[in-house]
């Protein structure tokens, strides 16, 4: 239900005639995650850290386009006890599209929500260390994204945005001392970027 309303708004969205020209920009992402990846476990709740590069096409009414790509990577690195050690790292590839509606009437100015719809490769690796042997497991996954937030552009060129990730790799696979098992590992998490645009 969630992707079908995504959907219908950028839909929306693309009926409207564009009122400028596309603007190109990159945005600095700093994430909290949270279900399986926030778990003490895996990621244990420290923050990731992303880039990204984006293009903003104006639309009338105070609506835009954005479609984006982002690379998100968490890592989390611990020792339960100066023979044991394990390091955990996941980094997702995403790619989407967002519309923005600015509450100015004026594309890329002032206060504005966003939803967004995108697909994100997820690449999980695990490595133990203990008495001097090493190991590791690693899995890549894909999965469809849906976020939602609200941002205030300060002037042409700058602005932040606040969103709520929602997003689950469905089916993991990981081989571990010759043993094979899946899961679903949920992934949402909550983003604060610095945007710019040139």
Do not use: C
């Amino acid at each position: 239900m969630k992707q079908i309303t995504v959907l219908s708004l950028v839909l929306l969205a693309s009926t409207m005639m564009p009122a400028q020209t596309a603007m190109f920009g990159f945005q600095a992402t700093v994430a909290k995650p949270s279900g399986d990846v926030g778990d003490r476990n895996w990621i244990d709740g420290k923050l990731g850290v992303g880039l990204g590069a984006h293009a903003l096409i104006p639309l009338r009414g105070g609506g835009a386009l954005v479609p984006r790509i982002d690379y998100t990577m968490y890592k989390n690195d611990w020792t339960s006890d100066a023979q044991v050690r394990e390091e955990e790292k996941i980094n997702i590839l995403s790619a989407g599209m967002d519309f923005h509606y600015y509450f100015s009437g004026q594309a890329n100015e002032g206060f504005f929500v966003l939803a967004g719809l995108g697909y994100a490769s997820g690449k999980f690796d695990s490595s133990y260390s203990l008495n001097g042997l090493d190991m590791s497991v690693s899995a890549t996954k894909g999965a469809i994204y849906v976020q939602g937030g609200l941002g205030v552009q300060f002037n042409p060129l700058m602005g932040i945005e606040f969103s709520y990730q929602s997003l689950t790799f469905s089916d993991v696979e990981t081989t571990y001392l010759g043993f094979t098992s899946r899961q679903d590992v949920s992934s949402p998490s909550l983003r604060a970027s610095f945007v710019m645009h040139f």
